[in-house]
C-alpha cells in the first residue's frame, strides 16, 4: 500500500503570509496531483507534476515535485482568504487505473484576513 | 448539467436501514469512481467503473456495500444494513478516460450520509 503524508494538518495564518505544504512517502509515483476542496464541494483538480524536479506555478501558488518523484510541496506566496480550504495531494501508481490513485490527508488551511 | 451531479446532497438514516446514493457523471465520460471521505481521513477508493468492463471493486469495505452503472452512464452506490461508521461524504468522480496520467478527474459534490 502506498501512503502519503501531508503536513501540516492544520494551518492557520494571516492574509499575506507565505506557507508551505509538504507531502512525502516513501513510494515512488510516476505523477502527483494537488486538489483543493472547499466546504460542501468536491475536490478540484489544481496541478499534475510528472517530472522528477518539476516546477509548476499557477499565480500565486508553486508546485514541486521531488527529484525522487516521492514528496511534493505546495508554496503559496502571499496568502488571500480566498485561499482557504482542504488541500490534498494524491500520487498515481506506476500500475495507474482507480487504486492507483492515493490521497493524503489533506492539509486544512485557513487565511485570516 | 456540466459538471457530476450527486443526489441526494444530505442523507440521514437509522442504523440497520438501506440506503442508495446515485452519481450522474459528465456526459461522455466513460470512467467513474466512488470514494468515501471520513473526518479527518483522506479520500478512500471504492469502486471504480471504465467503459464496459467489470468494474473494480478493490475497495468496498464489506460485503454490504455493492454499486452498479446502468447504460454507462448513472451509477449507484448500495449500502445495505447501514453501521454507524458508515457515516462519511461519499463522493462520486468521472473522468473522460481510466487514465490519470494527463487527465483530469472531476468529482461531485458528494453525498453526506449520517447513520444515527
Known amino acids: 500500500t502506498q501512503l502519503l503524508e501531508q503536513s501540516p494538518q492544520f494551518l492557520s495564518i494571516q492574509e499575506g503570509e507565505n506557507l508551505t505544504v509538504y507531502c512525502n512517502s516513501s513510494?515512488?509515483?510516476?505523477?502527483l496531483q494537488w486538489y483543493r476542496q472547499e466546504p460542501g464541494e468536491g475536490p478540484v483538480l489544481l496541478v499534475t507534476v510528472v517530472t522528477g524536479g518539476e516546477v509548476k506555478k499557477l499565480k500565486r501558488l508553486t508546485f514541486q515535485f521531488g527529484d525522487a518523484r516521492k514528496d511534493s510541496s505546495l508554496h503559496i506566496t502571499a496568502a488571500q482568504p480566498g485561499d482557504t480550504g482542504l488541500y490534498l495531494c494524491?500520487?498515481?501508481?506506476?500500475?495507474?487505473?482507480?487504486?492507483?490513485?492515493?490521497f493524503g490527508k489533506g492539509t486544512h488551511l485557513i487565511i485570516q484576513p | 448539467g456540466a459538471g457530476v451531479s450527486q443526489s441526494p446532497s444530505n442523507k440521514v438514516t437509522e442504523k440497520g436501514k438501506d440506503v442508495e446514493l446515485r452519481c450522474d457523471p459528465i456526459?461522455?465520460?466513460?470512467?467513474l469512481y466512488w470514494y468515501r471521505q471520513s473526518l479527518g481521513q483522506g479520500l478512500e477508493f471504492l469502486i471504480y467503473?471504465?467503459?464496459?468492463?467489470?468494474?473494480?471493486k478493490s475497495g468496498l469495505p464489506s460485503d454490504r456495500f455493492s454499486a452498479e452503472r446502468t447504460g454507462g452512464s448513472v451509477s449507484t452506490l448500495t449500502i445495505q444494513r447501514t453501521q454507524q461508521e458508515d457515516s462519511a461524504v461519499y463522493l462520486c468522480a468521472s473522468s473522460p478516460t481510466g487514465q490519470f496520467a494527463g487527465n483530469t478527474i472531476y468529482f461531485g459534490e458528494g453525498s453526506w450520509l449520517t447513520v444515527v
Open positions: 494524491a500520487g498515481v501508481g506506476s500500475g495507474g487505473g482507480a487504486d492507483g490513485l492515493t
Open positions: 456526459s461522455g465520460h466513460t470512467a
Open positions: 467503473f471504465q467503459g464496459n468492463s467489470a468494474p473494480d
Open positions: 513510494s515512488v509515483f510516476s505523477s
